[in-house]
């Protein structure tokens, strides 16, 4: 089963929907991409002679090592909403439905993804392991906490608003407020389009069901119980990720932005005060980062080692894209070959 395909279906769209998520147990219907990726790595873990592992995350929170447009780091373009909502004077609305406002969810940060990898990989090799960092919870629960680190006022959902998304909510001038916070606070310099994917924000807040995690098989596996779920909360969770991208100079300090600074006029005066060279610099250094990336893993000898540099760099959505590339081409090379299922 893929928990990623099994969270986004949801009960509407497939009967044998369960919840919470056991990795082995149903298996969502397919064809999809995981699918394939796994098949792949099982026929040539049995040709190669190498064991696999598949570690299944929900939500991730976690600083990539590289930004990119393509970045879908939930944690990243939450707090970049947030603080554009605040620079504009609103309150933090929740943007999505209500019944995604009452869903019960995980989360899990990118650290503990690693570390069950290397985990399973040493003591069970050939096992697949869902893993969460907090206990279940809903945003109905968690939005008001969050709304306060920010210094906001909270906001339910609104929905539904025909055409409403969230590049919309915060408008055209989204992008020049960035980038006045990257002078002004000295903050990484970093295209606004590599920090906040929208389309991948609203995604995230769509689903309208509860998609809860289960980590049974963990802990039938031995897995060291006071490592099992590092935070008591997914405020907490989500706080200590803030205060890091803080600490980063990936987002100002919430206290530095004072709420409806960017009237009109303001947006105008920063607009001018901004200089179009800066916002080209972010786009180079995003450009020149996914040449680089790609120059790197061209150079790579296999796809066993594609997957353990990634991995160790943290850069687990360059993994997957890459993966895909080897798993077409492998279609290519075997077409009259029948896949491996798991």
């Not at 590289?66 to 933090?92: D, H, V, W």
């Not at 570390?115 to 697949?128: F, R, Y």
């Not at 296999?302 to 687990?316: I, M, P, T, W």
Request: proline share 6%.
């Amino acid at each position: 089963m893929g928990s990623d395909a099994h969270m986004s279906l949801g009960p509407s769209l497939w009967a044998g929907y369960a919840c919470p998520f056991d990795e082995d147990k149903t298996r969502a219907p397919g064809p999809l991409s995981y699918f394939d990726a796994e098949a792949y790595i099982f026929n040539r873990a049995k040709k190669d002679g190498f064991t696999w592992n598949v570690v299944r995350p929900t939500f991730i929170i976690g600083l990539a090592p590289e930004l990119t447009p393509s970045t879908q780091s939930f944690g990243i373009a939450l707090a970049t909403y947030a603080l554009i909502m605040k620079a504009q004077g609103r309150n933090l609305m929740f943007p999505g439905s209500e019944k995604s406002y009452r869903a019960r969810i995980n989360l899990c940060t990118s650290e503990k993804i690693a570390e069950v990898a290397v985990w399973s990989t040493l003591t069970h090799p050939n096992n697949a392991y869902n893993v969460v960092s907090c206990p279940e919870f809903s945003w109905k629960e968690a939005w008001p906490k969050i709304a306060e680190w920010f210094g906001m006022e909270p906001m339910d959902p609104i929905h539904p608003l025909q055409g409403e998304n969230t590049a919309i909510m915060m408008g055209e001038d989204a992008a020049v407020i960035w980038g006045h916070f990257q002078k002004k606070f000295t903050l990484m310099p970093v295209d606004f389009a590599c920090l906040l994917n929208n389309d991948f924000l609203d995604k995230s807040f769509m689903a309208g069901f509860d998609s809860v995690f289960s980590t049974e098989k963990l802990k039938r596996h031995e897995f060291p119980a006071d490592k099992l779920i590092e935070f008591g909360s997914a405020v907490d969770c989500m706080v200590t990720f803030f205060d890091r991208l803080v600490e980063e100079k990936v987002i100002p300090s919430p206290a530095s932005v004072i709420s409806g600074l960017y009237s009109v006029d303001a947006k105008k005066r920063a607009a001018e005060d901004l200089e179009p060279a800066f916002v080209a610099k972010g786009r180079t250094h995003a450009a020149s980062s996914i040449q680089e990336t790609q120059e790197q893993i061209k150079r790579a000898e296999s796809a066993e080692r594609v997957v353990e540099n990634d991995l160790k760099g943290g850069n687990v959505l360059t993994m997957v894209g890459e993966l895909a590339k080897l798993v077409e081409e492998d279609k290519k090379l075997n077409a009259n070959e029948a896949p491996m299922m798991m």
